[in-house]
């Protein structure tokens, strides 16, 4: 990486202080200095193999794959999510009410932390675009999504693919994916936007105004949507199988209204008894294979993540006349159902949710990503209710009743423990955390902190999720026991008494007495030592961070502590033990002793 910034530090010097001025120096100058590492490298080949160094050729050839290699990593992974990301900031700027004047403005103050935010909602775009791409491969027919690489096939290679395959290839994916990609975007966000300005002129704008004194909200709050809520949703195999039914609802409508059925799902009794047919098809699908790939950008890598098993290959199908017109039609019908899908979901779950939060807050304005976390949650929990309902409706009005009164129990139990959980532990771990960290390094000694209970529970479901990860990678401890104990009995047998007793009075318990001596100590105990007002106010901000560095250097001693006693009776064992008997253990001497005392017993 060093040669390279030197490379084009050296080559284009007139350039460095545009490059700098654009705030984009590191990322412009590393695309730039591996193009002029390629060039270098193609031209000294060329000149390798007309003086026939054959040795130099090939090493220059090795040399000239790494560099290519390395920018398309470097193009796919890095720049392709930034470009969705600022894409889709850019169209969804009147759904904030910002412009372009307040991004620009956010990124000459915080330049990394904005191009880094831009990357990330770009990755996860893509991410969630790949995984509704798989979903749609398990319901179509093999072979109608031939514009996408399917990498369900064993015999696909990314890398060997990046080798073999010439530049201008690669570009012109690139383009085409940028393409697809911002399409769906002004679809599903940019139009919908529009459209909800023109019918409800009062839903937009969403509020997402955070406090001033809180940097670390967007961030916090972000990451909690992203983290969170997304996960808790499309990780639950009732949202995927909903999906996956509504995806083949609406693909057997259009089949049946476009007579597209056999292009779609498949037909394998017309495909057996129409030959010909088959014979056809086949040649349409050595055309097809032909035909230049579009869409082979990040969602392709991000596919190979998400392997689940989809079909593989190609089925025939029946073509019926207009065959063009049909498609087209079903492109449209396609969009329209996109941007319908799409009006629903910016819509529905907000007006729940701040229908409902209203009841709590009154007139108040809450951050738009806890309405319409809230509003998911109802929605899902609803169409949950109304699928088991219509699941029980066939086993009678008692069994109903029986059922009604287990769930209620249950939904009771679940909700103690959520708010303990999820409320009551996050909400003390981010005070803590604030107290700990975010105070002491934002907040002069001259003013006087201000604490916001959202932004600290927000912070303290994140600290809680990636305390509990690291708990149950790390060794086995009471903690890891009990949290794998409540993970194995789920909701449905969820044990109050347990979770209660366990696991969340513990860790309450832990949280208050962090919290608690330190202030007692600092407002009761200080004070009475007569010292200043300023050493009073040291101690109060400063305590918090004291005593967690205090604990850390404890926790380091003693295992440093505990090291050295195993290291010691390693060296024990090492140099007296032989096997596992001691070796200045006399054994025979005690064996005469032993003899005689056993014969007198038997006598």
């Known amino acids: 990486m060093r040669s390279v910034h030197w490379l084009i530090q050296l080559c284009c010097p007139i350039a460095k202080s545009h490059v700098r001025a654009s705030h984009f120096e590191g990322l412009i100058t590393t695309i730039v200095g591996y193009v002029l590492l390629a060039i270098t490298l193609i031209v000294c080949h060329g000149l390798a193999a007309l003086v026939r160094f054959q040795r130099s050729r090939r090493l220059l050839g090795v040399c000239y794959i790494v560099v290519k290699v390395s920018l398309l990593v470097v193009v796919e992974i890095g720049v392709f999510p930034l470009i969705c990301g600022w894409w889709l900031d850019i169209c969804s700027l009147e759904m904030f009410d910002a412009s372009l004047k307040d991004r620009e403005l956010s990124f000459e103050s915080a330049p990394g932390t904005t191009m880094f935010l831009h990357w990330l909602v770009g990755m996860v775009y893509v991410f969630y675009f790949a995984s509704f791409i798989l979903l749609l491969r398990e319901v179509l027919r093999p072979g109608v999504l031939w514009f996408l690489r399917n990498l369900n096939d064993p015999d696909f290679n990314p890398v060997q693919e990046m080798i073999h395959l010439p530049i201008y290839r690669h570009l012109r994916r690139f383009i085409l994916s940028v393409v697809v990609f911002g399409s769906i975007v002004l679809l599903m966000l940019w139009l919908p936007i529009r459209i909800i300005k023109h019918i409800f002129p009062s839903f937009l704008p969403y509020n997402v105004m955070l406090y001033s004194d809180a940097p670390v909200s967007e961030l916090s709050l972000e990451l909690l949507l992203l983290q969170v809520v997304l996960p808790a949703l499309l990780e639950q195999g009732h949202t995927r199988q909903w999906l996956k039914g509504l995806v083949r609802a609406w693909t057997v ?351």
């Open 253 to 603: 409508t259009a089949g049946y209204l476009l007579d597209l059925h056999s292009y779609l799902l498949g037909d394998q009794e017309d495909n057996e008894n129409n030959g010909n047919q088959q014979a056809n098809n086949n040649n349409q699908q050595a055309r097809n294979n032909a035909i230049p790939v579009v869409g082979e950008g990040l969602h392709a890598a991000h596919q190979a993540i998400l392997q689940q098993g989809g079909p593989v290959g190609f089925q025939p199908y029946h073509r019926p006349i207009k065959f063009p017109l049909r498609i087209v039609l079903l492109i449209l019908f396609m969009c329209v159902t996109l941007l319908l899908a799409s009006l629903v979901c910016l819509t529905l779950p907000v007006f729940t949710g701040r229908w409902l939060m209203s009841f709590w807050t009154g007139s108040a304005k809450i951050h738009e990503l806890y309405t319409a976390a809230c509003g998911l949650y109802v929605c899902w929990l609803s169409i949950r209710a109304i699928t088991v309902l219509l699941a029980w409706m066939p086993q009678g009005r008692r069994v109903i009743l029986l059922k009604v009164q287990e769930w209620t129990l249950m939904i009771l139990k679940t909700l103690i423990v959520a708010v303990l959980l999820a409320g009551v532990i996050p909400l003390l771990l981010g005070l803590l955390f604030e107290l700990v960290i975010v105070a002491p390094l934002r907040v002069p000694l001259d003013q006087t902190p201000l604490f916001y209970p959202w932004q600290d529970w927000a912070l303290g479901v994140l600290h809680a999720k990636i305390i509990a990860a690291i708990t149950l990678m790390g060794p086995q401890w009471w903690l890891k026991t009990v949290i794998e104990q409540v993970y194995a009995n789920g909701i449905r047998n969820i044990d109050l008494h347990f979770i209660i007793r366990k696991l969340a009075a513990p860790v309450i318990a832990v949280l208050l007495l962090s919290l608690c001596i330190p202030y007692v100590i600092a407002v009761g105990i200080v004070p009475l030592l007569g010292v200043t007002m300023e050493m009073q106010n040291l101690v109060q901000r400063r305590i918090y961070p004291f005593l967690l560095m205090v604990v850390v250097l404890m926790g380091i001693l003693f295992f440093q502590i505990r090291q050295f006693k195993r290291l010691y009776e390693h060296i024990k064992n090492d140099k007296y033990l032989v096997g596992q008997r001691l070796v200045n253990y006399e054994r025979k001497a005690g064996k005469p002793s032993t003899t005689t005392h056993s014969s007198s017993v038997q006598e």
